[in-house]
């Protein structure tokens, strides 16, 4: 299981310190939407020049004019681009095909998808679904049950990941689960006193 | 009616110059989607000293995080901010508490929202409710029926606005129907040989 990093609403300078930090030690670094809106495509540029073996994953959160959208992510650097499964169809085939054409990837947010629009976008077997829980919601999911139920649903789709409220304990039990591609973990490593060494926690936890 | 212009997928320095233009001529200027992540807070503040009688909408496209980003937005100076309907119930009374406290506007884009969700997301009277047609879809709605249909399912709802494919007809046919707040216009205006003279079609259009 790899473990994605969410950096996320502090300055642009800070989220660039930490991923210099982060590089190398996580298999992908996220640039989070908060930081999208604040520094725009010179914030997409600093965090790819910040990166050099980690993924880089700009959490555009798509939900309209895909085709701009993903070309200008990809464009400045991105190895993965997120696009909302709240958006319309539409919007998630045109995201597919910038993504295929710039062999890239593309994570598709499941947050607030309910289960027929979750049926509707499981045709795209190449993406990644995040199964996300909004961080607005103060109720709280549990990780591995998430997982299971999703997995269950859609047998077919192969590579899931995992938002919301990961702590150390949660990551453990979804390497042990064996059905994830990707722990997303946010406050947990980048508000602890020490985010590297948080994040080589989560590294040993889920590949012990 | 208010007519609204959305500038979208264009050079930052080319979204002022027409927003300049624009300014007291029309009365909202939407600084689009496309220019939030390609330019972010830069651009916000670049957008508002460019207009001083026309009001700027930013349009955030919040699905999360709804303190923190229309923290941001109004303080660049927004007078409205876009959230989406697809956001969580929780989400959207985060804006729309940071909407009150700031004194400005909130509109809730409803694209891609199912009845059910539309039926959630109806509490809240002072917002405008923003029917919203994907610009990745090749369909196109039809503009009066769209907006006669919510009116009758919501009539609570007073503030509604329109997007997607207005043309100079469509906004007249709005007008003369009387139950739409704002008529917001992209590609019909901005692309048009001269968007300034173009936008005042559409104000004498909707006005007369």
Redesign the interface.
């Known amino acids: 299981m790899k473990l994605q990093v969410a950096i ?2 502090v300055p642009l300078a800070d989220a660039v310190a930490l991923a210099k930090q982060l590089d190398g030690k996580v298999a992908i670094i996220e640039m989070g ?2 930081l ?8 997409f540029r600093a965090m790819r020049a910040a990166i050099h073996t980690s993924q880089l994953l700009i959490d ?2 798509t ?7 993903f070309k ?1 992510g990809f464009a400045a650097g991105a190895d993965i681009l997120t696009v ?1 499964g ?3 169809l ?2 998630l085939q ?1 995201t597919a095909a910038a993504t295929e054409t710039a062999k890239k990837e593309m994570m598709i947010d499941l ?2 998808v309910d289960a027929a629009k979750q049926q509707a976008v499981s045709i795209f077997p190449d993406a990644i679904y995040a199964l996300h829980h ?5 109720d709280h999911l549990d990780p591995t049950a998430t997982v299971a139920d999703f997995h269950n649903a859609f047998p077919q789709l192969k590579r899931l990941a995992i938002a919301g409220g990961i702590d150390l304990a949660g990551a453990t039990a979804l390497a042990a689960q064996g059905l994830t591609e990707i722990a997303i973990v946010g406050s947990a490593i980048t508000k602890a006193a020490d985010p590297v060494s948080t994040a080589q926690q989560f590294m040993e936890a889920i590949s012990a």
Chains 1, 2 share one sequence.
């Open positions: 996320d609403r939407t908060s999208v809106k604040d520094d725009g495509l010179a914030g555009l959160k939900i309209d004019e895909g085709g701009y959208e200008q909302m709240a958006a319309s539409a919007t045109t947050m607030e909004s961080t607005d919601r103060q």
